[in-house]
């Protein structure tokens, strides 16, 4: 059997004042062979983008701030029109390790999955284990780490991604995890390594209102649309009866 | 004048300066379409009943209501309720639109800088 092209591989970071860590981050991904790094300046008040662009990477700029997923969906439209295979998506903080790139898109190359999460529970607090809890309870999703941005998507999990239905909300976890099941789409999780933020500052979990603010929007996604986490995955190529 | 007649009076007063105001705006292009044919239908209801207040007591009747006038306050209400929702609706699908295009920009913008460097 002939070997199937390579994937044309793109890495996309949203960031959001992350000047300070994003040095690093590409000097550390520039090791790695992907086809195109891609950072999406949230709008950032700080230099994010020239530090970006002197790194000579692609950098697409927010005309206002809408927050990590719209971010990081502008992103996934971008390798989506310029014809991308697979889009790792990974967070600016330095927070995940770019070596582990190869590990999640191995699954997308050899058609395994279209989805692969880099999964690693044990740097999660007990707070954030219990909203992981009740979200996989509410929503039916057999998923351990819920709210990892450290993701690879395939051609057809990007095109889901970037749709329309994706464009209103508001995180990237239940409600979009629960349109993948829906579209077919087979997702599965990777063990990864994980350090701790340059900052110590979680975006989701940075005050109690934000916790509160996305355990209600997750909720609302996870009980209306439970019944699609049962839906089973279609290969590519079929269609469903 | 009594006080009832005056009170139909200013009623159907309000309602006309209402519908006045409305068919201004339309004029003005400050209020399209859906909202305004809304704020007519209010215009509208209030020089009604503000006239003619016994269509309430009719309508009361009609349906076996006990105190005709709280069935003003309560259709009221609930025209209220539901303007709010459709209100929301409205932002929910602006929202998106505004998010779609905000990513269209950025993601033309770079792709016509790239262009002109090309």
């Not at chain 1, 004042?17 to 949230?42: Q, T, Y």
């Not at chain 1, 692609?58 to 991308?84: E, I």
């Not at chain 2, 209801?45 to 006990?66: K, S, Y």
């Not at chain 2, 609930?78 to 779609?100: F, G, M, P």
Request: with cysteine.
């Amino acid at each position: 059997m002939a070997d199937s092209p390579p994937l044309r591989l793109a890495v996309v970071l949203p960031a959001y004042n992350e000047a300070g860590n994003l040095v690093e981050v590409l000097a550390r991904l520039g090791r790695i062979p992907v086809d195109e790094i891609v950072v999406v300046d949230d709008m950032s008040s700080d230099a994010t983008a020239t530090v970006a662009r002197a790194a000579g990477v692609t950098v697409l700029s927010m005309p206002f701030h809408f927050g990590a997923w719209t971010a990081t969906q502008t992103g996934l439209r971008y390798a989506f029109r310029h014809g991308y295979d697979c889009v790792v998506t990974m967070d600016a903080d330095g927070q995940h390790d770019p070596e582990s790139i190869i590990a999640l898109v191995e699954p997308i190359a050899s058609g395994d999955a279209e989805v692969v999460i880099g999964a690693c529970v044990s740097r999660a607090s007990r707070q954030r284990r219990l909203v992981w809890r009740y979200l996989r309870w509410l929503s039916g999703l057999d998923i351990a780490d819920l709210t990892s941005g450290f993701r690879a998507y395939s051609r057809r999990a990007i095109a889901v991604a970037a749709s329309w239905p994706a464009t209103s909300f508001d995180y990237q976890d239940v409600g979009l995890l629960l349109l993948l099941r829906r579209r077919g789409m087979r997702i599965i999780e990777r063990e990864v390594a994980m350090s701790a933020r340059r900052d110590g500052k979680s975006r989701i979990f940075s005050s109690w209102f934000q916790v509160a603010r996305y355990v209600a929007f997750s909720s609302m996604h996870g009980w209306s649309k439970r019944a699609d986490s049962r839906v089973p995955p279609r290969l590519p190529g079929t269609t469903r009866a | 004048m009594t006080g009832l007649n005056l009170l139909r009076v200013v009623l159907a007063l309000l309602g006309l300066g209402i519908g006045f105001l409305m068919v201004y705006l339309v004029r003005r292009e400050r209020l399209h379409g859906n909202y305004a044919a809304w704020w007519i239908s209010v215009s509208t209801c209030v020089i009604v009943f503000g006239m003619f207040p016994r269509v309430i007591d009719w309508i009361g009747a009609l349906l076996g209501v006990r105190y005709p006038p709280i069935l003003l306050v309560v259709v009221a209400l609930l025209l209220v309720l539901v303007k709010l929702l459709t209100n929301d609706l409205d932002r929910t699908r602006h929202k998106r639109k505004l998010r779609y295009l905000a990513q269209r920009i950025a993601i033309l913008e770079h792709d016509l800088k790239r262009t002109r460097r090309d």
